[in-house]
């Protein structure tokens, strides 16, 4: 039995051949506005967050720990919903492991998922270093940082908390321009909840550049791995989960993710 074509290869079908598939990616103006998408959304991710337990540290009046981790959940959600309504359309990823997710189901190519996570990185770590600028290490400048003696379990937490947020992505979002009505909502109120309740835990970052711009900042990087592996892991079991639940990307999710050569600039 002959298999069924490729997400790719039904794109290429329906757009008219390969030669149209491969001009978006080649398009320098249209990769420069990803990457640079990408750039402003982690950047102002971490700025927002660093900067926020900064000033909540300096000028807070003293606010328990409790209400300083829901402020900065909301602060992090609230960003994230308007930054992915005013970037989805471009490119909203804001997280390496989304990206890694994206690229795990073959809606985009490795060669830009690489790009993608540098960008992300190097926006999350001046975000927090401009906000270091501005308001010193008060704070922590919202580093994530692990109970003692509970790394292993973090990042099981961390797995958990990722699994759920890429799973969702996934299932509302076509393909990784998170430009779907409601993923913004759907993303900000799913950050909220989790944020909230595992903040006190062990910061509840589900995002390895949100951990890696604030550690940089703070010059400790002792626990960073904690925030990697557990979103990793927590990204590739999500892909595998919903490939059971949806089946494989469709042609749609294909042309979301390397846009639609027709509509592009020349």
């Not at 640079?36 to 807070?60: C, N, P, Q, R």
């Not at 809606?107 to 927090?128: K, N, P, R």
């Not at 969702?168 to 913004?184: E, S, T």
Request: proline residues 5%; neutral net charge.
């Amino acid at each position: 039995m002959a298999n069924s074509p490729s997400a790719k290869d039904q794109l290429i079908h329906e757009i008219g051949g390969r030669a149209k598939f491969s001009a978006d990616w080649g398009n320098k103006t249209t990769r420069l506005r990803r990457l640079l998408a990408e750039f402003i959304g982690m950047f102002g991710l971490t700025f927002v967050l660093s900067g926020g337990a900064a000033t909540l540290a300096k000028w807070g009046g003293g606010i328990p720990p409790f209400a300083n981790v829901v402020i900065l959940s909301l602060i992090s959600a609230l960003w994230l919903t308007a930054a992915i309504y005013f970037l989805g359309d471009i490119s909203a990823h804001f997280n390496p492991a989304m990206t890694l997710a994206f690229a795990l189901r073959g809606d985009m190519g490795w060669v830009m998922a690489v790009a993608y996570w540098i960008v992300q990185f190097a926006g999350a770590t001046l975000g927090s270093l401009t906000a270091l600028a501005f308001f010193g290490n008060a704070g922590n400048l919202a580093a994530t940082r692990p109970q003692a003696g509970a790394e292993w379990a973090a990042v099981g937490f961390e797995a958990i908390l990722t699994f759920g947020l890429v799973l969702m992505v996934l299932g509302i979002a076509n393909g990784p321009k998170l430009n779907g009505q409601f993923v913004p909502l759907a993303v900000g109120a799913y950050i909220l909840a989790w944020g909230t309740m595992g903040g006190l835990f062990e910061g509840a970052a589900m995002n390895p550049a949100r951990a890696f711009g604030p550690d940089v900042a703070t010059g400790d990087l002792t626990t960073w791995w904690v925030y990697l592996l557990g979103p990793c892991a927590g990204a590739i079991l999500a892909v595998l989960v919903a490939k059971v639940l949806r089946g494989p990307a469709t042609s749609q999710e294909a042309m979301a993710a390397m846009g639609n050569p027709n509509s592009r600039d020349s």
